[in-house]
């Protein structure tokens, strides 16, 4: 079992509050990932579930118990950290039953769950090697394998990948989500990289100056972020956004044209209107919401972005298919998917029908 409940977690360096009353559940299971830019909290945060940190206020549970004055090796967790941690003179087997040897855990047992670790993680053949002959990639799966030995209620994963290069970087979120498939064990996974959240995580944290901006599935923070913050956070390229108005049930753009408002009733004036790259159509100059020249054309194969300069207005990203072509200094017409749009008040928060 591993469910854990925050309630109104607060934490202060002296004077400097990081940590602002926040209120989480993760059910048994889920693969929970904490997102947002340096200095945010997620890593803090992290460490305040481990024990590695004290809260200064609220509760900490695990499984309905009240762990908030435990110390780490009484919650029962395991922590992978951005550093591998190895024993440069120790094997991989060696490396990996380490902390179940110092436990006291009689050497059969030891093996038996090194040997697990090592086939889950497609370690076999390198369980006799040194870490100064793995890849950084293997070394970060002898890190894994090490915590998984212990068998823990929960799993806490603070940037793990983020020393990897790009490739390495795939290939082991691909591990990490056949890992938690395999396991099944709750996953608790602190990143910046927003893609590395869309694409592992069972629900996302977006946290912003000690506060949780939103929660929920990356379909549910991709398509409906409560804000600008997480609109423009989640999502890459990030979401272009660009001043409106809005007159009885049609939306305009400054020195541009316009279209339908759909949230007609709802509170709160729409002041930005926000549509992703990718959900926006090249037209003919005279056919889209607005207009503008190509700046920038970058060709990646599959995708093009382009850097279109609107008049009296900022450049926005665009994102078509890789198999059209565009020259840059080319005036276009840009029609967005009306579905798609997203509109944010003063305070910039979202506007929807009925909110």
Request: hydrophobic share 40%.
């Amino acid at each position: 079992m591993g469910a854990i409940q925050l309630k109104s977690i607060e934490k202060w360096f002296g004077d400097l509050q990081v940590i602002k009353g926040i209120d989480l559940d993760i059910q048994d299971g889920e693969f929970v990932i904490f997102v947002g830019p340096s200095g945010c909290g997620k890593s803090t945060l992290l460490r305040l579930i481990s024990g590695l940190e004290e809260s200064n206020r609220g509760a900490i549970e695990i499984d309905g118990k009240d762990v908030t004055a435990l110390p780490p090796s009484g919650r029962g967790l395991s922590m992978v950290f951005q550093s591998y941690a190895l024993y440069p003179h120790m094997s991989v087997r060696e490396n990996v039953g380490f902390g179940l040897k110092t436990a006291g855990v009689p050497k059969a047992e030891i093996d038996q769950k090194v040997n697990a670790a090592a086939e889950i993680l497609k370690l076999d053949d390198y369980l006799e090697r040194r870490p100064k002959a793995l890849s950084g990639g293997q070394r970060q799966r002898v890190a894994i394998g090490r915590a998984i030995v212990r068998e823990p209620s929960a799993f806490l994963f603070d940037e793990p990948l983020s020393n990897l290069d790009a490739a390495l970087r795939v290939e082991m979120r691909f591990e990490v989500a056949r890992l938690h498939k395999s396991l099944g064990t709750t996953m608790i996974y602190v990143t910046h990289d927003q893609v590395e959240a869309m694409t592992l995580a069972d629900k996302i944290v977006v946290l912003q100056a000690g506060e949780i901006e939103q929660v929920g599935s990356p379909r549910e923070l991709y398509e409906q972020p409560d804000n600008l913050f997480v609109a423009q956070f989640i999502g890459s390229p990030k979401m272009n956004v660009l001043p409106c108005s809005v007159t009885g049930g049609s939306f305009s753009l400054d020195g541009h044209g316009g279209g339908h408002y759909p949230h007609g009733g709802a509170s709160g004036a729409p002041v930005k209107l926000g549509i992703r790259p990718e959900h926006m159509l090249v037209v003919a100059p005279e056919e889209g919401h607005c207009s503008g020249t190509v700046e920038v054309a970058e060709y990646l194969g599959a995708d093009t972005f382009l850097y279109v300069a609107l008049n009296g207005l900022d450049t926005v990203l665009v994102r078509i298919s890789g198999s059209e072509d565009f020259a840059e200094g080319t005036r276009i017409g840009l029609k967005f998917d009306e579905s798609r749009m997203h509109f944010f008040d003063k305070d910039d928060r979202a506007i929807r029908t009925g909110s």
